[in-house]
Nanobody, 127 residues
Framework: QLQASGGGLVPPGGSLRLSCAASSLLMEYYKVGWFRQAPGRAREAVACISSSDSNDGNTFYADSVKGRFTISRNDGNRTADLQMNSLKSEDTAVYYC???????????????????WGQGTLVTVSS
């Protein structure tokens, strides 16, 4: 129901844009989160965006990506993107998108159950 794409190899300081596309899922009613998991590390939430009809805030970010990553959504296209700038080697991970009805604040804290997950897309930051 969700498909993540856009990963690849990028040098430090470079940029990538990931996209999460929903097929049969009515994404517009969900909050959308982006997560990542580096080798040997636990999965962590990096960003979340509220649903368009929500008044509980808009975008939320993990401290490690604030000012570098931007999450956005296009409900008409049923997509949610993650623009990643000023990439660092420590951003190397498999990135996943997922959706939930829960508050984005909980998503970024890692305390929210997600309802649907996309498959991962690998981001490698290396020279």
């Amino acid at each position: 129901q969700l498909q993540a794409s856009g990963g690849g190899l990028v040098p430090p300081g470079g940029s990538l844009r990931l996209s999460c596309a929903a097929s049969s899922l009515l994404m517009e009613y969900y909050k959308v989160g982006w997560f990542r998991q580096a080798p040997g590390r636990a999965r962590e939430a990096v960003a979340c965006i509220s649903s368009s009809d929500s008044n509980d805030g808009n975008t939320f970010y993990a401290d490690s990506v604030k000012g570098r990553f931007t999450i956005s959504r296009n409900d008409g296209n049923r997509t949610a993107d993650l623009q990643m700038n000023s990439l660092k080697s420590e951003d190397t991970a498999v990135y996943y998108c997922a959706v939930t009805f829960n508050w984005c604040g909980e998503v970024v804290r890692g305390s929210s159950k997600m309802d649907y997950w996309g498959q991962g897309t690998l981001v490698t930051v290396s020279s």
